[in-house]
């Protein structure tokens, strides 16, 4: 059923898909050296190319801009011989599919040819190459990213209204929701991600009735590319909302049941933003992954096993679910030095934003002299340096103890001992101590 235009999006609409609808300024990144070699390359013998995407998009928006994509009528192995004769390396990252990466010095530029679907597979379609620059911008996933830009003059070509849509905040499919998402369920995740980056409220229902109709089909996704989409969507500055709306339509639920603590989520959003926790603090999605989960040991270890997450994503996300201690905001130096010497200043500082957060989560206003503590708690983060426990077990030995179970307890006993006393204890002290351990031990 055709989609019905409100007055925006008709007035939105005042050239035909081929003509340009506006113009880029030069961009800095269009200026680089780098970009003007693959460009003069592969325009070497009269092609046209066209930024195609989010460079396109974030330009708009005066956004930083990450990747820059380019899209030529030019079949791949044409794109690789004009690269090569520049002197450009050239890698058929994906040949079937018409795309070569373009690598001088540090910067790589993805280059496809355009293309039309002959047969869709899901996500492996069976494509043909075209010089139809409307039929390739049809496959992508969303309008505001099938906008396209000529490298010389600036010229915007916008043939689904993606500029319309960016600047009202809307996040909407390319043609008919429900056709783009059985082409690749994770544009089903990729709609939130963009919507929660670039999205203004209320979110198109009709792309939310696809999103719920096909989110059962979710876990045929790999464990990473679910956890790339949430990562991203968690790096976007309110995405509490956007977990919100997912749980609401019936989403989130198969692919992360488990993200309960959306108020404690939001919350740990505006202390990163804040300068009086610390400036730079920056945006960290697996903190905030943390933040949304009502887990405990097992229950983090199974999200990570999930969504396949690395070694250390694994180890730091089970430290914030089961963490020795947690800090509260009546909690003494000494025992603040404890937990940070069990677990290091950045898992420490993660625990102390995750509790500061569910502390205002549960309060309706902040006692006098709160924000203070909880900042004293960071600044001992900041200025902890490790400490070590001044004997070892060799020192035992060289007391006449026999290797064995004996000396494990003995060194439980001091190691206690010493951090009872705020780890003030130096070497002859801590010795002085094992010896009288060891006579009251014999």
């Not at 040949?95 to 492996?124: P, Q, S, W, Y």
Request: glycine share 8%.
């Amino acid at each position: 059923m055709a989609r019905r235009k409100d007055k925006d999006e008709e007035r939105s609409s005042p050239v035909r898909p081929g003509e340009p609808i506006g113009q880029l300024a030069p961009q800095p990144w269009m200026e680089a050296a780098e970009t003007k070699t693959v460009i003069a390359a592969l325009t070497a013998e009269g092609a046209e190319v066209r930024f195609v995407g989010g460079c396109v998009r974030d330009s708009v928006l005066k956004r930083p801009i990450s990747d820059i994509d380019i899209a030529t009528h030019e079949p791949p192995e044409r794109v690789i011989a004009l690269l090569e004769q520049a002197g450009i390396k050239a890698i058929p990252t994906g040949l079937a599919h018409g795309t070569i990466t373009a690598v001088v010095g540090k910067a790589h530029f993805e280059i496809t040819t355009l293309r039309a679907d002959v047969e869709n597979f899901g996500r492996h379609a069976r494509v043909k190459f075209t010089d139809n620059w409307t039929e390739d911008a049809a496959r992508r996933d969303f309008t505001i990213n099938a906008m396209a830009c000529r490298p010389d003059d600036g010229l915007i070509f916008d043939p689904f209204d993606g500029l319309a849509d960016l600047g009202y905040g809307r996040i909407r499919f390319v043609g008919d929701p429900m056709q783009r998402i059985d082409e690749d369920v994770l544009r089903l995740l990729r709609f939130f991600r963009f919507y929660a980056h670039y999205g203004r409220p209320p979110a198109g229902v009709e792309a939310l009735a696809a999103c719920r109709a096909q989110a059962h089909r979710l876990p045929e996704l790999s464990g990473e590319r679910i956890a790339g989409e949430l990562f991203k969507l968690l790096a976007a500055p309110e995405p509490a909302a956007v977990l919100l709306l997912m749980q609401g339509w019936k989403v989130l639920q198969h692919v992360l049941p488990e993200a309960l603590e959306l108020g404690r989520l939001r919350l740990l959003c505006f202390l990163e933003s804040r300068a009086v926790v610390r400036p730079g603090l920056g945006v960290d999605p697996l903190r905030r992954l943390a933040a949304s989960l009502t887990v405990d040991k097992a229950g983090a270890e199974a999200v990570a096993v999930r969504l396949r997450l690395s070694n250390s994503q694994t180890e730091r996300l089970v430290a914030l679910a089961a963490p020795p201690s947690r800090p509260t905001v009546d909690m003494d130096d000494r025992a603040a030095r404890r937990l940070l010497r069990q677990v290091g200043p950045e898992i420490f500082r993660d625990l102390v934003l995750l509790a500061w957060a569910e502390r205002k989560a549960l309060l309706a206003r902040t006692p006098l002299g709160e924000t203070e503590r909880w900042v004293h708690l960071l600044d001992l983060a900041d200025g902890w340096e490790s400490v070590s426990l001044p004997v070892q077990g060799r020192d035992l030995i060289a007391l006449g103890v026999p290797p064995g179970p004996r000396i494990g307890a003995l060194l439980g006993e001091i190691e206690q001992w010493w951090e009872d006393g705020d780890y003030r204890a130096g070497r002859e002290e801590a010795l002085e101590r094992l010896r009288a351990l060891v006579a009251a031990s014999r």
